[in-house]
């Protein structure tokens, strides 16, 4: 049966299959809607896009911890601290961690918690692959940190150059556990792409055309494209490397003929569409931040959403020019050296345009405008430094050495950093019902702007004075020890701000415990979907399903031309925003099964490091995982609808209740349509009962 | 949220921004930078420096706007004290033609930007295959040079480490190369760097306008001690060079005073596995074999002119004492005080100066290891092979 | 009912597609179709990045034996043959289901899964003959290329032919009818793929000297 949101009347729901309860005999489908248990079972976009966030932010406090100490050993020269073994290590995990625990899960936090927001959606369109790439990833982020524990980190670099990281050369089981661990965590953010492309392209409200929907989505639809797109090239890497080390193959062998160039390639062909891929989301939080505080809409909006599709596409075509140096030829050379440089037209055109649109606003200098306004100033420079880097011949002297690490710091770090940081603040009152502190957040906004400058901009410097990156030390008497001691000082300013903005979220909460002010739907004056409803959200988003004319529709709710042609409010934001009570309507259900698949994984990971029989304990838990999965309906008919109680504490974690009536359900908008990872399935979910094994 | 005290703070919040760029200016430009990029020495570096600077200036224009254009913006539009909530600024949507422009004005910009490139570019691949051209073999951590002096087109006439020998003054050609993993050589005052990539060989050139020691390190990430693999091009004037060049295929001879005779002995039965002095251990060497069983790269420095070398260890100590003072060894100043204390640490435990992945003496047939294992000798013994290498120039 | 009452506050043209089965979506097209749509848009990358490893190091290896050594195309064509055939038997399994013919659908989807079967058999046995002409994974760099790439390509078509035996059994229960026929299109979809890919594999790996 077709489903309709009616304008006046609640919701109604129809029917599925009514299927079980207890689909394989013994377990019981979970229930809980408070409480831990129900976090370990939750489908919920929300709450995943939350424990995206927490989990990225805790892998940011072990990435961060790595920065310091690499920052401590090259304080001084000729520092021992610890071994050239143990240092190595550090930057690589650094590396692996901030870029594939960090920056993507933040990312990936954001979008699942705002896309189906700002398009009018009830959930994403597969609302248990949602929590199984959320496990998954997860579980790839502690397994690839157990190796610390279990002799050693990966040794060879986040890039992992071979033939360095063969058994040969690196010896120790930590590039086993990198190749292992991001192959886990690539499957993760694959099924988490394809999740968020659908729903993007197929669950828009009524009326939300593409050219309707909110700049940050269209960024988080160009970032999940990239992803499906360019998660299978490293997927193949990193078996031909798990190949190489676990089995013996010959792909990087090269007294077999190997020729060390194409794990380059692959790496890039990947690892550059990565840039845009940490990028894309910062740009897309900052084209939501600026019109709200500029108060003015964003400035030309084809351009920003065609210049991002634009990065996109060009992201394909420049991977080579983080192989200058490698002696791929002179064509070769020019040619990315040329579309390097003009994947700069874009990214520049977004900046011009964020300008634009501060220009003649009424600008207000909250905590989230300070970091995008800190993105725009500290991402141009690191896309200054970039164009001298698709200047070929002088990347030569510039690649692998700390011009370099300057350069990406100030673009995922002033960029995306920043932008997610400052993403935090905006959307924090949406989230969680109460607003960080302004005064800590301008604590945290200028300690965090000078230790990063601090720490990155005399980066350039060493570099361009010849200190090469990956040393574990460095000798006196070449220019190096000012700077560098100065960058170090930065990083300990770096870690001072975000315990300051640790202590904002533990003290706003307290404060907001003692003494809850209700912050409304609106607190911003903002302008997209997302701040029409309650803040937190209500656990099924919109009371009904808005209906869209114009960008920006929220915003158009509240302010109108009246007669003389002057745009005026018509409505507070309290006054345009949905009420959140609705009661009857359908949910997807909790599930259990997308934990157990996901754990399964890292058992075959572990198996297939140190003994094959625990790799098949592994596979056996994904095969009860997929199969518990497959019998399960992604509805529970009689459970699970969605009530917006107002519950006794107003953190915003246990905001929901769920209100259980047996008897007709229906799938609304959201929920419908859920499938096992190989996207085999019916058309209607309630039905979607008896599936097969995926083959993700 | 925000009030009319702000300004002052903003101001503020782009001090350390206005600081930055003179810095770099300044840093670049520091005096005590032996690896600088931008103090070139030869044409090939020029070149990229002026490019450099022609692309850098570009980049200052762009960073100027862009940042004081934003804080022009934040001075004039932020909110004033009296401005009423409901008082919206106009509501523009944005400009097509001025976007265009936007658009086309970086894009041609870049395209100048990408002329001069491409020029430069291809300029630095220029070769010409009558210059001198030296084999670069980059290993686990160490460089190997190799000449041709009898031109049949095999570079195993000489084979020295650390340091590159050239003459100053002409161009010179790498063919670099790998034995192991990817290494990059590179020589910031002379050229840009370029990869050492196992199984292939890739062209360099560099040219030292003056006679002098420049330095340089491998910049690709080539496992534990990547950080300690270091070289240096020593430029000498082409008459010296040819003296060089000739000594260096010479046969190291045999030492007559007693110490270095047992050093000598001691090299001998020790060292074979790895090591060859020409003159000295050829059998026994050409017996235990190159090290194929034993080092990932089945290779070890040649030592037979070890004492006409400024640096050991892959270039991480000088091997004689720097007399001027000046930071560097040069080539005069080869063949006068000897470094002892530095030598003499590196026989008694090579691991512990400079790691490596070598825990044990490897046995012939016996597990791959990496580096100079510590082979545990007594302080006689140490002095011994200090006399003897002393005497190999 | 329904219908109408969505077009009335509906701005999106598709929507107004009486056609859409079950529940409306943006674009008209089912997620889950959607989602392997664009789930095999990315397995094109994984075969793009396999299939190019592969033609960059088949002749590399410094020892043999090599493609021309061990190839046998007479056999291999006629398992692809099978191959092919069954694409055949799925786009009629798809049909049938579309018309409600739930015994016919069953037979046809039984078929596809026996010739997938016979087609893993063939490249079992091909395998097999492989390392008995001295050809193991580990011993060139052409071996670890070539099991690998045809490796995955068998993995995809056994996955298949577990999702076949799966549907068919779904089928005997009575759950696959023609209400549910768009589970059959969907599959079909990874189906028809895989087929394509093996023809590309085998033109580049077999064929192309």
Same mark, same amino acid.
């Given at each position: 049966?077709?489903?309709?949101?009616?304008?006046?009347?609640?919701?109604?729901?129809?029917?599925?299959?009514?299927?079980?309860?207890?689909?394989?005999?013994?377990?019981?489908?979970?229930?809980?809607?408070?409480?831990?248990?129900?976090?370990?079972?939750?489908?919920?976009?929300?709450?995943?896009?939350?424990?995206?966030?927490?989990?990225?932010?805790?892998?940011?406090?072990?990435?961060?911890?790595?920065?310091?100490?690499?920052?401590?050993?090259?304080?001084?020269?000729?520092?021992?601290?610890?071994?050239?073994?143990?240092?190595?290590?550090?930057?690589?995990?650094?590396?692996?961690?901030?870029?594939?625990?960090?920056?993507?899960?933040?990312?990936?936090?954001?979008?699942?918690?705002?896309?189906?927001?700002? %398009?009018?959606?009830?959930?994403?369109?597969?609302?248990?692959?949602?929590?199984?790439?959320?496990?998954?990833?997860?579980?790839?982020?502690?397994?690839?940190?157990?190796?610390?524990?279990?002799?050693?980190?990966?040794?060879?670099?986040?890039?992992?150059?071979?033939?360095?990281?063969?058994?040969?050369?690196?010896?120790?089981?930590?590039?086993?556990?990198?190749?292992?661990?991001?192959?886990?965590?690539?499957?993760?953010?694959?099924?988490?792409?394809?999740?968020?492309?659908?729903?993007?392209?197929?669950?828009?409200?009524?009326?939300?055309?593409?050219?309707?929907?909110?700049?940050?989505?269209?960024?988080?639809?160009?970032?999940?494209?990239?992803?499906?797109?360019?998660?299978?090239? %490293?997927?193949?890497?990193?078996?031909?490397?798990?190949?190489?080390?676990?089995?013996?193959?010959?792909?990087?062998? @090269?007294?077999?003929?190997?020729?060390?160039?194409?794990?380059?390639?692959?790496?890039?062909?990947?690892?550059?569409?990565?840039?845009?891929?940490?990028?894309?989301?910062?740009?897309?939080?900052?084209?939501?931040?600026?019109?709200?505080?500029?108060?003015?809409?964003?400035?030309?909006?084809?351009?920003?959403?065609?210049?991002?599709?634009?990065?996109?596409?060009?992201?394909?075509?420049?991977?080579?020019?983080?192989?200058?140096?490698?002696?791929?030829?002179?064509?070769?050379?020019?040619?990315?050296?040329?579309?390097?440089?003009?994947?700069?037209?874009?990214?520049?055109?977004?900046?011009?345009?964020?300008?634009?649109?501060?220009?003649?606003?009424?600008?207000?200098?909250?905590?989230?405008?300070?970091?995008?306004?800190?993105?725009?100033?500290?991402? +141009?420079?690191?896309?200054?430094?970039?164009?001298?880097?698709?200047?070929?011949?002088?990347?030569?002297?510039?690649?692998?050495?700390?011009?370099?690490?300057?350069?990406?710091?100030?673009?995922?770090?002033?960029?995306?950093?920043?932008?997610?940081?400052?993403?935090?603040?905006?959307?924090?009152?949406?989230?969680?019902?109460?607003?960080?502190?302004?005064?800590?957040?301008?604590?945290?906004?200028?300690?965090?702007?000078?230790?990063?400058?601090?720490?990155?901009?005399?980066?350039?410097?060493?570099?361009?004075?010849?200190?090469?990156?990956?040393?574990?030390?460095?000798?006196?008497?070449?220019?190096?020890?000012?700077?560098?001691?100065?960058?170090? %000082?930065?990083?300990? %300013?770096?870690?001072?701000?975000?315990?300051?903005?640790?202590?904002?979220?533990?003290?706003?909460?307290?404060?907001?415990?003692?003494?809850?002010?209700?912050?409304?739907?609106? #607190?911003?004056?903002?302008?997209?979907?997302?701040?029409?409803?309650?803040?937190? +959200?209500?656990?099924?988003?919109?009371?009904?399903?808005?209906?869209?004319?114009?960008?920006?529709?929220?915003?158009?709710?509240?302010?109108?031309?009246?007669?003389?042609?002057? @745009?005026?409010?018509?409505?507070?934001?309290?006054?345009?925003?949905?009420?959140?009570?609705?009661?009857?309507?359908?949910?997807?259900? #909790?599930?259990?099964?997308?934990?157990?698949?996901?754990?399964?994984?890292?058992?075959?990971?572990?198996?297939?490091?140190?003994?094959?029989?625990?790799?098949?304990?592994?596979?056996?838990?994904?095969?009860?995982?997929?199969?518990?999965?497959?019998?399960?309906?992604?509805?529970?008919?009689?459970?699970?609808?969605?009530?917006?109680?107002?519950?006794?504490?107003?953190?915003?974690?246990?905001?929901?209740?769920?209100?259980?009536?047996?008897?007709?359900?229906?799938?609304?908008?959201?929920?419908?349509?859920?499938?096992?990872?190989?996207?085999?399935?019916?058309?209607?979910?309630?039905?979607?009962?008896?599936?097969?094994?995926?083959?993700? | 949220?925000?009030?009319?005290?702000?300004?002052?703070?903003?101001?503020?919040?782009?001090?350390?921004?206005?600081?930055?760029?003179?810095?770099?200016?300044?840093?670049?430009?520091?005096?005590?930078?032996?690896?600088?990029?931008?103090?070139?020495?030869?044409?090939?570096?020029?070149?990229?420096?002026?490019?450099?600077?022609?692309?850098?200036?570009?980049?200052?224009?762009?960073?100027?706007?862009?940042?004081?254009?934003?804080?022009?913006?934040?001075?004039?539009?932020?909110?004033?004290?009296?401005?009423?909530?409901?008082?919206?600024?106009?509501?523009?949507?944005?400009?097509?033609?001025?976007?265009?422009?936007? &658009?086309?004005?970086?894009?041609?910009?870049?395209?100048?930007?990408?002329?001069? &490139?491409?020029?430069?570019?291809?300029?630095?691949?220029?070769?010409?295959?009558?210059?001198?051209?030296?084999?670069?073999?980059?290993?686990?951590?160490?460089?190997?040079?190799?000449?041709?002096?009898?031109?049949?087109?095999?570079?195993?006439?000489?084979? &020295?480490?650390?340091?590159?020998?050239?003459?100053?003054?002409?161009?010179?050609?790498?063919?670099?190369?790998?034995?192991?993993?990817?290494?990059?050589?590179?020589?910031?005052?002379?050229?840009?760097?370029?990869?050492?990539?196992?199984?292939? &060989?890739?062209?360099?050139?560099?040219?030292?306008?003056?006679?002098?020691?420049?330095?340089?390190?491998?910049?690709?990430?080539?496992?534990?001690?990547?950080?300690?693999?270091?070289?240096?091009?020593?430029?000498?004037?082409?008459?010296?060079?040819?003296?060089?060049?000739?000594?260096?295929?010479?046969?190291?001879?045999?030492?007559?005073?007693?110490?270095?005779?047992?050093?000598?002995?001691?090299?001998?039965?020790?060292?074979?596995?790895?090591?060859?002095?020409?003159?000295?251990?050829?059998?026994?060497?050409?017996?235990?074999?190159?090290?194929?069983?034993?080092?990932?790269?089945?290779?070890?420095?040649?030592?037979?002119?070890?004492?006409?070398?400024?640096?050991?260890?892959?270039?991480?100590?000088?091997l004689w004492v720097d007399a001027d003072g000046d930071g560097f060894v040069e080539h005069d100043e080869i063949g006068g005080e000897l470094n002892r204390a530095d030598l003499e640490a590196w026989l008694r435990n090579p691991p512990d100066e400079k790691p490596m992945d070598a825990?044990?003496?490897?046995?012939?047939?016996?597990?791959?290891?990496?580096?100079?294992?510590?082979?545990?000798?007594?302080?006689?013994?140490?002095?011994?092979?200090?006399?003897?290498?002393?005497?190999?120039? | 009912?329904?219908?109408?009452? *969505?077009?009335?506050?509906?701005?999106?043209?598709?929507?107004?597609?009486?056609?859409?089965?079950?529940?409306?979506?943006?674009?008209?097209?089912?997620?889950?179709?959607?989602?392997?749509?664009?789930?095999?848009?990315?397995?094109?990358?994984?075969?793009?990045?396999?299939?190019?490893?592969?033609?960059? =190091?088949?002749?590399?290896?410094?020892?043999?034996?090599?493609?021309?050594?061990?190839?046998?195309?007479? *056999?291999?064509?006629?398992?692809?043959?099978?191959? =092919?055939?069954?694409?055949?038997?799925?786009?009629?399994?798809?049909?049938?289901?579309?018309?409600?013919?739930?015994?016919?659908?069953?037979? *046809?989807?039984?078929?596809?899964?026996?010739?997938?079967?016979?087609?893993?058999?063939?490249?079992?046995?091909?395998?097999?003959?492989?390392?008995?002409?001295?050809?193991?994974?580990?011993?060139?760099?052409?071996?670890?290329?070539?099991?690998?790439?045809?490796?995955?390509?068998?993995?995809?078509?056994?996955?298949?032919?577990?999702?076949?035996?799966?549907? *068919?059994?779904?089928?005997?229960?009575?759950? =696959?009818?023609?209400?549910?026929?768009?589970?059959?299109?969907?599959?079909?979809?990874?189906?028809?793929?895989?087929?394509?890919?093996?023809?590309?594999?085998?033109?580049?790996?077999?064929?192309?000297?």
């Amino acid at each position: 049966m077709a489903i309709v949101e009616r304008p006046t009347a609640p919701l109604e729901l129809t029917t599925g299959q009514v299927t079980a309860r207890q689909p394989l005999g013994g377990f019981t489908r979970p229930q809980a809607t408070t409480g831990w248990r129900s976090w370990l079972t939750t489908v919920d976009h929300k709450r995943i896009g939350i424990m995206y966030g927490a989990a990225a932010l805790f892998f940011f406090v072990i990435g961060g911890v790595e920065a310091l100490l690499i920052r401590l050993q090259l304080a001084a020269p000729g520092q021992k601290l610890y071994s050239a073994d143990l240092y190595n290590q550090l930057f690589t995990m650094h590396g692996v961690t901030m870029i594939f625990l960090v920056v993507i899960p933040m990312g990936a936090a954001f979008m699942n918690y705002l896309m189906p927001l700002q %398009i009018g959606a009830r959930d994403v369109a597969f609302p248990r692959l949602n929590a199984f790439s959320f496990w998954l990833f997860l579980s790839a982020g502690l397994m690839l940190n157990t190796s610390w524990f279990l002799g050693g980190g990966a040794d060879g670099g986040w890039f992992a150059y071979a033939p360095n990281t063969g058994v040969t050369f690196s010896p120790s089981h930590g590039m086993d556990f990198y190749a292992l661990g991001l192959q886990m965590a690539g499957i993760a953010s694959l099924v988490g792409a394809i999740n968020l492309v659908v729903t993007v392209l197929n669950m828009r409200a009524p009326g939300m055309t593409m050219m309707k929907m909110p700049v940050f989505t269209w960024m988080g639809l160009v970032t999940q494209l990239l992803l499906v797109f360019a998660l299978p090239v %490293i997927s193949i890497a990193l078996f031909l490397l798990t190949f190489d080390r676990l089995f013996d193959a010959n792909f990087f062998n @090269v007294a077999q003929g190997a020729d060390p160039l194409l794990w380059e390639h692959l790496f890039w062909i990947f690892g550059h569409p990565e840039v845009y891929i940490l990028i894309l989301p910062a740009f897309g939080i900052v084209s939501e931040i600026i019109p709200v505080f500029s108060r003015k809409p964003i400035f030309g909006y084809p351009f920003m959403v065609f210049s991002g599709i634009a990065i996109g596409f060009m992201g394909w075509g420049v991977w080579a020019h983080h192989m200058f140096a490698s002696g791929m030829g002179p064509l070769s050379v020019a040619a990315f050296a040329l579309s390097t440089m003009f994947i700069a037209v874009p990214t520049g055109v977004k900046i011009l345009n964020w300008m634009a649109t501060m220009w003649g606003g009424r600008l207000r200098f909250t905590t989230p405008m300070l970091f995008a306004i800190g993105l725009v100033t500290m991402f +141009t420079i690191g896309g200054l430094s970039g164009v001298t880097h698709a200047v070929a011949p002088s990347d030569t002297q510039q690649t692998d050495t700390y011009y370099i690490v300057a350069h990406f710091h100030y673009v995922i770090f002033g960029g995306a950093l920043l932008a997610f940081l400052g993403g935090f603040y905006f959307w924090w009152p949406k989230v969680f019902g109460y607003t960080l502190s302004e005064t800590l957040g301008k604590w945290h906004f200028w300690t965090i702007l000078i230790g990063f400058n601090l720490t990155f901009g005399p980066m350039h410097v060493l570099g361009l004075q010849g200190m090469p990156r990956r040393m574990h030390t460095y000798i006196a008497d070449y220019g190096f020890e000012f700077w560098n001691l100065v960058s170090t %000082i930065g990083s300990l %300013i770096i870690a001072v701000s975000m315990l300051i903005f640790g202590w904002n979220i533990v003290a706003s909460w307290r404060a907001h415990r003692a003494d809850p002010v209700d912050v409304g739907p609106d #607190p911003w004056d903002a302008r997209s979907l997302e701040w029409s409803v309650p803040s937190p +959200t209500p656990v099924h988003n919109f009371d009904e399903v808005p209906t869209v004319s114009r960008l920006d529709e929220f915003w158009h709710h509240k302010y109108q031309e009246d007669e003389t042609g002057k @745009v005026v409010r018509v409505a507070t934001g309290a006054e345009a925003a949905q009420k959140g009570d609705a009661t009857d309507v359908h949910l997807p259900s #909790p599930s259990y099964w997308p934990l157990v698949t996901a754990l399964g994984l890292p058992l075959i990971a572990y198996g297939l490091i140190f003994n094959l029989g625990l790799a098949v304990v592994g596979g056996l838990v994904v095969l009860i995982g997929a199969f518990g999965w497959g019998y399960e309906p992604a509805d529970d008919p009689e459970a699970g609808h969605g009530h917006l109680g107002h519950d006794g504490h107003d953190d915003g974690h246990d905001g929901a209740e769920a209100e259980i009536e047996g008897g007709e359900a229906a799938d609304a908008t959201a929920g419908d349509g859920e499938s096992q990872p190989a996207g085999v399935s019916a058309p209607t979910a309630s039905a979607s009962d008896e599936r097969a094994a995926s083959d993700d | 949220m925000s009030t009319g005290q702000q300004p002052a703070a903003r101001r503020r919040r782009f001090a350390p921004l206005a600081l930055i760029l003179p810095l770099v200016l300044l840093g670049a430009c520091a005096a005590d930078a032996p690896q600088d990029t931008m103090d070139p020495a030869g044409p090939q570096a020029r070149s990229i420096d002026n490019l450099f600077n022609g692309v850098f200036l570009v980049a200052v224009v762009v960073f100027v706007v862009v940042e004081f254009g934003m804080i022009a913006l934040i001075v004039r539009f932020r909110r004033r004290r009296d401005d009423g909530d409901d008082d919206l600024p106009t509501q523009t949507h944005g400009n097509t033609r001025l976007e265009i422009a936007w &658009t086309l004005l970086p894009a041609v910009l870049l395209a100048v930007v990408g002329f001069f &490139t491409l020029r430069t570019l291809f300029d630095l691949e220029q070769r010409d295959d009558d210059d001198l051209t030296v084999q670069v073999v980059g290993q686990q951590w160490w460089w190997e040079y190799a000449y041709d002096l009898d031109g049949d087109g095999e570079h195993d006439d000489v084979l &020295t480490a650390n340091d590159l020998v050239v003459p100053a003054g002409v161009d010179i050609n790498l063919d670099i190369q790998s034995n192991d993993v990817i290494h990059s050589y590179w020589i910031p005052r002379l050229n840009g760097k370029k990869d050492a990539v196992p199984g292939r &060989t890739h062209p360099l050139q560099i040219h030292a306008d003056e006679p002098g020691v420049y330095v340089g390190q491998c910049t690709e990430y080539c496992g534990l001690s990547h950080g300690y693999m270091r070289q240096r091009v020593v430029a000498l004037p082409p008459d010296e060079f040819e003296a060089w060049l000739e000594d260096q295929a010479t046969d190291a001879e045999m030492p007559t005073e007693a110490e270095a005779a047992a050093g000598a002995e001691l090299f001998t039965t020790q060292c074979s596995g790895c090591h060859l002095a020409r003159g000295i251990n050829d059998a026994e060497f050409e017996e235990q074999g190159s090290g194929t069983e034993l080092i990932v790269a089945e290779n070890a420095p040649d030592l037979t002119h070890f004492a006409s070398r400024g640096t050991f260890a892959g270039a991480l100590f000088d091997l004689w004492v720097d007399a001027d003072g000046d930071g560097f060894v040069e080539h005069d100043e080869i063949g006068g005080e000897l470094n002892r204390a530095d030598l003499e640490a590196w026989l008694r435990n090579p691991p512990d100066e400079k790691p490596m992945d070598a825990p044990y003496v490897p046995e012939p047939g016996g597990d791959k290891v990496r580096g100079m294992p510590n082979f545990n000798l007594q302080e006689e013994q140490i002095d011994q092979l200090v006399a003897f290498l002393a005497t190999l120039d | 009912m329904t219908d109408t009452a *969505f077009t009335e506050h509906s701005a999106d043209p598709s929507l107004h597609d009486k056609g859409v089965p079950s529940h409306a979506t943006s674009t008209g097209v089912s997620n889950e179709k959607l989602a392997m749509w664009v789930f095999l848009g990315s397995d094109c990358l994984l075969f793009g990045g396999l299939i190019s490893t592969y033609l960059l =190091l088949r002749h590399r290896s410094v020892t043999g034996p090599g493609p021309e050594d061990v190839f046998d195309i007479p *056999f291999t064509s006629v398992s692809s043959f099978v191959l =092919l055939f069954s694409s055949l038997t799925m786009a009629m399994a798809v049909g049938a289901i579309h018309r409600g013919d739930e015994r016919r659908c069953r037979t *046809f989807l039984l078929t596809t899964a026996l010739l997938g079967a016979v087609f893993i058999a063939g490249q079992v046995y091909e395998f097999t003959s492989f390392v008995k002409e001295g050809l193991g994974y580990t011993t060139n760099i052409f071996g670890s290329a070539f099991y690998t790439l045809t490796g995955f390509h068998g993995v995809h078509v056994s996955v298949g032919i577990v999702l076949l035996l799966s549907l *068919f059994v779904m089928s005997v229960r009575g759950r =696959l009818g023609a209400e549910r026929a768009e589970t059959v299109e969907i599959f079909g979809l990874y189906w028809h793929f895989v087929d394509i890919v093996w023809i590309l594999i085998f033109t580049i790996v077999y064929l192309i000297p």
